[in-house]
Structure formats: C-alpha cells, structure tokens
C-alpha cells in the first residue's frame, strides 16, 4: 500500500498561472481533505469530500477549486495563482469522520507563487 | 469554534534532556486528541492520541495525557534524542467537524548531542 501519495513534489508558478494538485489514496477511504501549511499558523482545511463526487468549504477555501470525481482522488485547483497561496498543501484521508480514526497524510507539495 | 493552542517555540535541548510541549484546547463537543510529528521534509505522522478524559497515549517514548479538566494535552517524553527534531502538532477532532483536524500551530524541537 503506498497509502496518500501527492504530485507534484515541488512546484513554483508565475502570478495568475493556474494548476492542479494530485491527491491519490488506495486504503478505500471515504474522506478527504486538503490543508495548506503557513510558518506559525499550523495547518488550516481548505477543502474536504465525504465520498466521491461531493466536496465542501473549509475554513480557507477562496481562490481554490476542489474535485472528486474518482474515491481514490482528490484534486484541488488554483485557476489564478497569488504569491498569498505560496505554502506547503497536503492531502489527508480518513475511512470515516469518527474522531476516533486516524487521518493520514500525503508527503506534501511545496508551491511558491512569485 | 475549536481551537488549538500550544506553547510558544522553537525549543531547543541537548540529548538526554526533559521534554514537555504544552497544549490546551477548546472545543464545542468531546474531542479525541492527537499529537503529529513533521520530521525535516516529510509529511505528518501520528505520533499518539487519546479518546476520552484520563487516557494517556504513548508511543516511542512520548507520552500524553488527556485532561478534561484543565483541557490539556502536554506531550513528554524524559530523554530526547537527536533523532526527535522535528515539528510537533498537537490537534483535535470532534464527531460534528466532518472528521476534520484542527490543529495547533506547530513546535520546532532541536536536540543537539
């Protein structure tokens, strides 16, 4: 099981340039998330899904797209890239929304916007 | 709405050292709590959690403690190694949150030998 996999890795983007973010988990879970991580703010939920072809608004939702077309993915969009969104995003997944599962995370993805 | 709160860093301890990061929470419902370790250039893993009031999790020495009454969940461990720098989360999740974490702001931890 390779568990949350990202692509890409690393990516740096121009100011307005638009781009999708990979998310793939094959452990059959329900739940996804997307977070973005800012120094000394921890992380901060952007987007979630409940199973395949739903999504919702998280706390810091504008300026991102979200979509699950597939159980296993999750995409999340940036139609019109802004230095504010340069941070490290992971993607998370969770076979349920029982507090007590555990949610596991991908590597991460490092975008710089300049 | 939920929130996390940890103690103010980065820290710094040589080996061997005495490690508490402290965390309080506020949360609407009953939370299940977690603590997250980000070790340099990787993703979060769990490092430990507790369910209800009283359980103490653990795992690779670390140690914490669920406190309802003070809602705390300070992490320890009473001999850090090198290997243990990383960032530290501490995090809540509550039945009505759609199973979304909320999470503290993060603790850098060094250990110099």
């Known amino acids: 099981n390779a568990g949350v996999t990202q692509t890409p890795k690393f990516r740096v983007l121009k100011t307005g340039q638009s781009m999708t973010l990979l998310c793939a988990q094959d452990?059959?879970?329900?739940?996804m998330y997307w977070y973005r991580q800012d120094p000394g703010m921890g992380l901060r939920l952007i987007h979630y899904?409940?199973?395949?072809?739903?999504?919702a608004k998280g706390e810091v939702p504008d300026g991102y797209n979200v979509s699950r077309l597939k159980k296993q993915n999750f995409l999340l969009g940036l139609e019109s890239a802004a230095p504010s969104q340069t941070s490290v995003y992971f993607c998370?997944?969770?076979?349920?929304?029982?507090?007590?599962?555990?949610?596991?995370f991908g590597p991460g993805t490092r975008l710089t916007v300049l | 709405g939920d929130s996390v709160t940890q103690m103010e860093g980065p820290v710094t301890l040589s080996e061997e050292a005495f490690l508490t990061i402290n965390c309080t929470y506020t949360?609407?419902?009953?939370?299940?709590l977690f603590w997250y370790v980000q070790y340099p250039g990787e993703g979060l893993q769990l490092l430990l959690k507790?369910?209800?009031?009283?359980d103490k999790g653990s795992n690779k020495g670390f140690e914490a403690t669920y406190r309802k009454e003070t809602t705390s969940f300070h992490l320890e461990k009473g001999s850090v190694q090198v290997s243990d720098s990383a960032v530290y989360f501490c995090?809540?999740?509550?039945?009505?949150?759609?199973?979304?974490?909320?999470f503290g702001q993060g603790t850098i931890l060094t250990v110099h030998p």
């Open positions: 899904s409940v199973g395949e072809g739903t999504t």
């Open positions: 507790a369910t209800k009031a009283d």
């Open positions: 949360a609407t419902g009953y939370p299940s």
């Open positions: 995090a809540l999740r509550t039945i009505s949150s759609y199973g979304k974490l909320t």
């Open positions: 998370a997944s969770s076979y349920d929304s029982d507090p007590y599962n555990e949610q596991f």
């Open positions: 452990m059959n879970h329900e739940y």
